[in-house]
């Protein structure tokens, strides 16, 4: 999550540097002379750290309700779920360079690709392949994860690569501190794409059969509903969230086969934080987990905030597996 | 001792190749094969006969290879010691995952989440703190002595580690002969009924994964002494998890040979990736994952049960009926 933090961090010395406000430079002059005070002076540096946590956060909650979504109803953990963003990121990549699409409108067009791709695997892959068993569902996962990484490395190599856009890098002013652009509409487009996943799974016919399936698996089948068919829908939609994640990442974020990686031991902890198969679950965790990362990086440096997260996650699991809001295990 | 006989055949057999093969290549490709194959037995243990599906046997493998390699390079320990430290360390971090692990019952994907987490945080941890190296990894003195653990000629390494492959697979045997094993067995089956009879899972499901921590520390051991070298994106990499999950299911998950057999056909594949496409990166890996996939969509038992099933198969078509009950034990 190193390019994350950068942005952390050129939020917070940003000010300084364009010398906009009158006590932020000293002050941050003061954080880089003496590391150990800084958690005392700044209060508002603080907050900056929190906001970006949330934006962060935001992103994450994204990716997660994907992984939520699919568990909530297969009761598996997608393992494919960090190679499938690095996918969807190079798809943005590639829209962007080859197409000249805007990521942001790209979205459109790579979700429902991405659907479809992840309605295809569960159906013709996952499900035939796993025979029903749990154990089976993880191990082939695992499989697609390792055979889309390297496809990707096999195809692009190793090169990491970004995009540069005209607002990639612009910054809103909010009085006390800045915002980064690109950030600020992620964390919005979040919003925006759970009240879309809540509008089907309330409304919809396919969001009813999703919820029939996912609470009485054979009760559904006996009133005649396509149990494959449902699983499927549902990892296409746990995939589009990863591809709309995607293109709200790529402008901040940059791209290689292994992009995805950072992103799906974090959405596996915020999954577990929040409940494994709840969506409000997935969307707090998120933001609880955005923000602890920004204020551990912030206070101990960035390796060790990454231990910070995975020992929530640990902690999480051995005593309160079934997470915040999530149903008895 | 019958029951032993195919490990002592298939053992001897091994033992031969250094005979009729001088190719340093060769025996490179032998060592690493079996290398992976006692990583693999080790997580077959936990993972074929407990059913618990580890994703960070990496944490057990690392310990084991850093243990070996932080004695020798820190504390001027002999390399034979350094190499017993190294299982029974890789040992102790099995117990206290496992302690955690099954103290709060986690199973299936639980199980497999949270080892994942601990090989992750070994990892990171590893890569920031000064004993280990850091970032830049140990590099143990070349010594070439049979009391510093290290040969001259591949040969040796070979045997070497073909022993401790025959000690996992004797293992592994009287693992499916013994009380303890018929235990483990019934608690992959069905946790709630083995129970019920008065089988104590956890003490059961910990005493498999201290035993599968051991064997798998014991290929870390190995790879530092081979190699020379380890960092931790190595000891405790995703790669390593992957492969010694890879290797019993693919050769047959539950079974003595599973982990030997799958070991030397994932490596044979993956030479024979590069021998036709050249070293491209990722093509190997693909084929892996593909091999995965294909082998428990077509042979879930892996190949090991996939042929005792065609034995079964043509045993009921061409025999007594007896042979059946063998078909339902054998898994």
Partial sequence: MGALDCFVAESVIGPATSGRTRWLPAMTRLCKAAPLVRNVLSPLILITAVLNGLMTGAVYALVALGLTLIYGVLHIINFAHGAILSAALFAAFLAYQKLGLDPYLAAFLIAPAFFAFGYALQRFVIGPASHGDDRNMLLVTLGLAVIIENALLYTFRADTRTIDLAYGFKSIDIGFTFLSLPRLISFAAVFVVALALWLIMALTDTGKAIRAVAKEKLGAELAGIDVAHIYAMTFGLGTACVAIAACLLIPIYYVNPKAGDAFVLVAFTIVVLGGMGSVPGAVIGGLVIGVVESLAGFYFGESLGQVGIFLIFIVVLLVRPRGLFGATA | ?331
Wanted: some cysteine; glycine content about 12%; aromatic content about 10%.
């Fill in chain 2, 1 to 331: 001792m019958k029951a032993f006989l195919p490990i002592a055949i298939v053992v001897a057999a091994l033992a031969a190749v250094p005979l009729l093969v001088h190719s340093n290549v060769v025996l490179n490709f032998l060592v690493v094969a079996l290398m992976i194959a006692l990583a693999g037995q080790g997580w077959n243990i936990l993972g074929g006969y407990g059913g618990q599906y580890s994703f960070g046997h990496a944490a057990f493998f690392g310990t084991g290879a850093y243990v070996t390699a932080i004695l020798q390079v820190h504390y001027g320990v002999n390399a034979w010691i350094g190499f017993v430290a190294g299982i029974a360390a890789g040992a102790a971090v099995g117990g206290v995952i496992g302690t955690l692990a099954f103290r709060a019952s986690l199973r299936s994907s639980y199980f497999a989440l949270v080892t994942l987490a601990f090989a992750e945080v070994l990892r990171i941890l590893a890569s920031v703190t000064p004993v280990t190296g850091a970032g830049v990894g140990l590099l143990v003195k070349l010594d070439v002595r049979a009391q510093s653990f290290q040969f001259q000629s591949r040969a040796i390494f070979y045997l070497v580690i073909l022993a401790l492959v025959a000690v996992s697979l004797v293992i592994a045997q009287l693992l499916e002969r013994s009380r303890f094993g018929v235990w483990l067995i019934a608690v992959r089956e069905n946790e709630d009924a083995a129970m019920a009879l008065g089988v104590d899972a956890f003490a059961v499901k910990l005493g498999a994964m201290v035993l599968s921590a051991a064997v798998t520390a014991a290929a870390g051991c190995f790879y530092v002494q081979y190699f020379l070298f380890v960092d931790s994106g190595i000891a405790y990499g995703g790669w390593i998890s992957i492969e010694a999950l890879l290797t019993p299911i693919i050769g047959g998950v539950g079974t003595v040979f599973g982990a030997l057999v799958g070991a030397l056909v994932v490596k044979s594949l993956g030479e024979g990736a590069k021998l036709v496409a050249g070293d491209v990166p990722g093509l190997g890996l693909m084929i892996y994952g593909a091999v995965l996939i294909l082998v428990i969509r077509f042979a879930p038992r892996g190949l090991v049960g996939a042929l005792v099933d065609a034995r079964g198969h043509l045993a009921r078509r061409f025999m007594a009926p007896r042979s059946r009950v063998r078909e339902v034990v054998g898994g």
